[in-house]
């Protein structure tokens, strides 16, 4: 049975749309097409500038698809103080469109630019403790996130969610409860990304029922025990990782998703599930991507 509180989306990164690069499978036009092609009710944003900035043209293209504009990630540099006011102006500028656009219920997302410290990237799913950052980092980080979503709600009213993920400073479930413990929760939520939990070290059914009160966003991806295995033997970084097939296309791996959604309905989660798919060789278009990650969505009751 559906739940009419869940709805499903997915995202532009899911057709290799990263760091603002269209790539050659098309533009937004046939990205927002695809999307509505496969049973899709929402998208993200994806980078600035992929889809039109000006409100109204991107609510024409939107509503045409009968498409829901819901969240977009911003990369910050919360780990660094000398990068707070940037991280703030681009989270602001871009929760600007989404209120226009999206309406009061739409969310940044925040994280630091992924793979971008090379330690962190190195060692992905398989961090010690003494990998973190210490007490004087965690202080920068958390006040850095608190001036953000904080300036996101002050200026437009919206809230703000922060993605825990691989190959950042925030990926293991210690990291991400720690961050939370620190973040004022009445601006900053969770973006619970069940495969990024899962290779950080942790069960994703048991971050859902630790997290409750936070999660305000879900992003469903799947996680290949396989591959996570042959990463963590091989030693390869979370970029290798992720190219050899870490997170395999829904319903392919180990992510027990029934139990995740039956979780988050005890909670009376009202939000958005959300399809982030690498789609790599062998895995047909993006499209056909799309549609069996949505079949497999209906197969769960969604």
């Not at 057709?15 to 533009?27: A, D, K, L, S, T």
Request: net charge negative.
């Amino acid at each position: 049975m559906s739940d009419s509180w869940i709805q499903v989306g997915n995202a532009p990164c899911s057709w290799g749309v990263i760091e603002n690069v269209e790539g050659e499978r098309g533009g937004y036009a046939r990205v927002l097409d695809e999307m509505e092609a496969t049973g899709y009710a929402g998208t993200e944003l994806g980078d600035w500038g992929f889809m039109p900035t000006d409100p109204e043209t991107l609510r024409a293209e939107l509503e045409r698809r009968q498409l829901k504009l819901l969240a977009s990630w911003v990369s910050v540099a919360l780990h660094d103080p000398a990068g707070h006011a940037a991280s703030e102006a681009d989270a602001v500028r871009t929760a600007r469109q989404l209120a226009r656009v999206g309406g009061p219920d739409t969310l940044i997302v925040l994280g630091n630019d992924p793979y971008r410290d090379p330690m962190r990237t190195r060692f992905a799913g398989r961090l010690t403790a003494a990998q973190s950052m210490d007490e004087r980092q965690w202080q920068i980080f958390a006040e850095g996130a608190n001036r953000v979503a904080r300036a996101v709600k002050r200026e437009t009213g919206l809230r703000t969610v922060f993605h825990h993920h691989i190959g950042t400073w925030v990926e293991t479930p210690e990291e991400t409860a720690r961050l939370l413990e620190m973040t004022d929760s009445d601006v900053l939520g969770l973006c619970f990304d069940t495969g990024h939990y899962r290779y950080g070290g942790g069960d994703p059914v048991a971050g859902v029922r630790r997290h409750a009160d936070r999660i305000w966003h879900v992003h469903f991806k799947d996680h290949s025990p396989t591959v996570a295995a042959q990463a963590r033997e091989t030693g390869w970084d979370a970029v290798t990782a992720v190219g050899r097939g870490l997170f395999c296309e829904l319903g392919k791996g180990e992510i027990d998703f029934p139990a995740v959604l039956a979780e988050l309905r005890r909670l009376q989660y009202r939000g958005w599930v959300v399809v982030e798919q690498d789609v790599l060789p062998g895995m047909g278009t993006p499209k056909e991507s799309a549609q069996r990650n949505r079949d497999y969505i209906r197969t769960i009751g969604l």
